[in-house]
């Protein structure tokens, strides 16, 4: 059985950056995909950004160029780097995984294994 285990987070002032860790136990396929999703208090689950296998990713808009998304397969650990960060990020943030086939994306309906979060909190 996988599990995910996500960390990194914490409590940060705007503009600093925090590097999300996604570690994972158990067996999983190679040819996976991941995602990085939040949630907010009071607000639907979002996705962030997303890699495939291939190292194909996806971002989403409101966070382009300042979120990086990126992958160390030889550890099975992946990484959502944020920088410059503002009390609009303030959320959970989960990390999740799909295997082969797959695909990048940004919608939660299309990972079927998930963490059990971790809080990035941005004071202004």
């Known amino acids: 059985q996988v599990h995910l285990a996500e960390s990194g987070g914490g409590s940060v002032r705007s503009g600093d950056s925090l590097t999300l860790t996604c570690a994972f136990s158990?067996?999983?396929?190679?040819?996976?995909?991941i995602g990085w999703f939040r949630q907010a208090p009071g607000k639907v689950r979002e996705g962030v950004a997303s890699?495939?296998?291939?190292?194909?990713?996806l971002v989403r808009e409101s966070v382009k160029g300042r979120f990086t998304i990126s992958q160390n397969m030889a550890d099975d650990r992946h990484y959502l780097q944020m920088n410059n960060l503002n009390p609009d990020d303030t959320a959970m943030y989960y990390c999740?995984?799909?295997?082969?086939?797959?695909?990048?994306?940004?919608?939660?309906?299309?990972?079927?294994?998930w963490g059990q979060g971790t809080q990035v909190t941005v004071s202004s």
């Open positions: 999740a995984v799909e295997a082969w086939p797959c695909g990048t994306s940004l919608h939660d309906g299309d990972f079927s294994i």
């Open positions: 158990g067996y999983i396929y190679r040819g996976r995909c």
């Open positions: 890699i495939d296998y291939d190292d194909n990713t």
